[in-house]
């Protein structure tokens, strides 16, 4: 069964940046077919997608948030990695790592997600 | 951008009601849309996908059809464990993935 674990600073100062990873365990971040991504929910509001990462390593991006986020992978680790910088207030949100599955569409669903973790934007 | 919108915002419903939500896309998507729901303090659990494929494991009183523009999806009779906000996806235009501002189902 497929498992995935975020990691990370659950306080961040304005300004700063943002860092989280999401362990893979149960299978490999590079069988093909699949993606990863971030996905985050401020407290009471809807999911917002922030980017994802191909299984080739090629990356994409909310428009919205695209001059602040970087994703990357480590494949030794069996790992992905979200970093936003310049963070504000309007940040603060549960963020979320799912497995993207990848089909005849662009893009793809989530089909698998970790549990989430908290991240708030305060001094 | 395309956009998502969800109809109603919420509802109240009974166990054993047949219960349908609409997502609306501002551009046509063929069928690249899923559907996932949420329960308070949980990550979200994909239902359907492909506008009306179930999700292995996913009860058989959830079902999604639709094409294009428009789209339902419909629980055939509401389960206590349904009590949930359901989000509808799409993942066929720019920005590539955006989400519906969800529908809360609670209880009459």
């Known amino acids: 069964q497929l498992q995935l674990q975020e990691s990370g600073s659950g306080l961040v100062k304005p300004s700063q940046t943002l860092s989280l990873t999401c362990a893979v365990s149960g299978g490999s971040i590079s069988s093909g077919g699949y993606s990863w991504s971030w996905i985050r929910q401020p407290p009471g509001k809807g999911l917002e997608w922030i980017g994802y990462?191909?299984?080739?390593?090629?990356?994409y991006y909310n428009p919205s948030l695209k001059s602040r986020v970087t994703i990357s992978v480590d494949r030794s680790k069996n790992q992905f990695s979200l970093k936003l910088s310049s963070v504000t207030a309007a940040d603060t949100a549960v963020y979320y790592c799912a497995r993207v599955r990848d089909g005849d569409y662009p893009g793809g669903y989530f089909d698998y997600w970790g549990q989430g973790t908290l991240v708030t934007v305060s001094s | 951008a395309i956009q998502l919108t969800q109809s109603p915002s919420s509802l109240s419903a009974s166990v054993g009601d047949r219960v349908t939500i609409t997502c609306r896309a501002s551009q046509g998507i063929s069928s690249a849309l899923a559907w996932y729901q949420q329960k308070p303090g949980k990550a979200p659990k994909l239902l359907i996908y492909d506008a009306s494929s179930l999700e292995s494991g996913v009860p058989s009183r959830f079902s999604g059809s639709g094409s294009g523009t428009d789209f339902t999806l419909t629980i055939s009779s509401l389960q206590p464990e349904d009590f949930a906000t359901y989000y509808c996806q799409q993942f066929n235009s720019y920005p590539l993935f955006t989400f519906g501002p969800g529908t809360k189902v609670d209880i009459k």
């Open positions: 990462i191909y299984h080739s390593g090629s990356t």
